[in-house]
C-alpha cells in the first residue's frame, strides 16, 4: 500500500517563529487531508488540499501532487499550535479511506 | 451541529469483557469511518459506512469486533474478550461523499487491563 512519510517527526519552536512539515507519498493521491490533533487527541481537520494552496489565517497548505508532496506551513506559532500534525492521504482510487503518516510533534514554548 | 461525537471518551475494562462504543456523525452525512490508534502512531482504518451499508472492514478488524450502523445514522463498534492489544484510542469521522474530507470525534480512549 500507499506510503506517507512526514519530517520533521519532532519541531520545538519559540512563540512568534514559523516552521515547514512536509509530507511525502510513495504513489499518486486522490486528496490529501492536514489535520491538528491537540492535547486531547481530538483530531482537527485544517485543510483538504489535493493540489495547489490553501490559505487560513496563520496556517497554509500546498500540494504538489505531480510530484508527490504536501507542505504545511505554520507562521507567527502560538503555544496552542502545540500537538501532533498529520498528513492523510487517500489513494488507490479510494475516496473512503485515509492513510496517515506518523506524524509531526511540534511542541512550541512561550 | 456541535459536530461528531463520540461516548464514552474513556473506557477501563477487564481482559475478557466486552465493551461497546457510541459514535454520533455529524448529522447530514452519509459516510462514517472508525480508525484506531496507539501511541505514538498515526489512525489506522478498520471500517466503513455508507448509510446504512458496511461496505470494507480491514484485516485488522478481528472476529471480536463488530460494527454496526443501524438506520444509517449513529454507529457502534463492539469488541468482545477484550485482549491487552485492544488498548488504544479508537476515533470515528464522518463526511459527506465527494465533499470535505472527513472530520473526527474526540475518540474514545480504552484501557485493557
Known amino acids: 500500500g500507499i506510503q506517507v512519510e512526514q519530517s520533521p517527526p519532532d519541531l520545538i519552536l519559540q512563540e512568534g517563529a514559523n516552521s515547514t512539515l512536509r509530507c511525502n507519498f510513495s504513489?499518486?493521491?486522490?486528496?490529501l487531508q492536514w489535520f491538528h490533533q491537540n492535547p486531547w487527541g481530538q483530531l482537527i481537520n485544517l485543510f483538504y488540499?489535493?493540489?495547489g494552496t490553501k490559505q487560513n489565517g496563520r496556517l497554509s497548505a500546498t500540494t504538489v501532487a505531480t510530484e508527490r508532496y504536501s507542505l504545511l506551513y505554520i507562521s507567527s506559532s502560538q503555544t496552542t499550535d502545540s500537538g501532533v500534525y498529520f498528513c492523510?492521504?487517500?489513494?488507490?482510487?479510494?475516496?473512503?479511506?485515509?492513510?496517515f503518516g506518523k506524524g509531526t510533534l511540534l511542541t512550541v514554548n512561550p | 451541529d456541535t459536530g461528531v461525537s463520540q461516548d464514552p471518551r474513556h473506557k477501563i475494562t477487564k481482559r475478557g469483557q466486552n465493551v461497546t462504543f457510541r459514535c454520533d456523525p455529524i448529522?447530514?452525512?452519509?459516510?462514517l469511518y472508525w480508525y484506531r490508534q496507539t501511541l505514538g502512531q498515526g489512525p489506522e482504518f478498520l471500517t466503513y459506512?455508507?448509510?446504512?451499508?458496511?461496505?470494507?472492514k480491514s484485516r485488522l478488524l478481528s472476529d471480536r469486533f463488530s460494527a454496526e450502523r443501524p438506520k444509517g445514522s449513529f454507529s457502534t463498534l463492539e469488541i468482545q474478550r477484550t485482549e491487552q492489544g485492544d488498548s488504544a484510542m479508537y476515533l470515528c469521522?464522518?463526511?459527506?461523499?465527494?465533499?470535505?474530507?472527513?472530520?473526527f470525534g474526540q475518540g474514545t480512549r480504552l484501557t485493557v487491563v
Open positions: 448529522s447530514e452525512h452519509n459516510r
Open positions: 469521522a464522518s463526511s459527506l461523499v465527494g465533499e470535505t474530507g472527513a472530520f
Open positions: 504513489d499518486s493521491v486522490n486528496n
Open positions: 459506512f455508507q448509510n446504512e451499508a458496511q461496505l470494507e
Open positions: 488540499i489535493p493540489s
Open positions: 492523510a492521504v487517500y489513494s488507490g482510487g479510494s475516496n473512503y479511506k485515509l492513510t
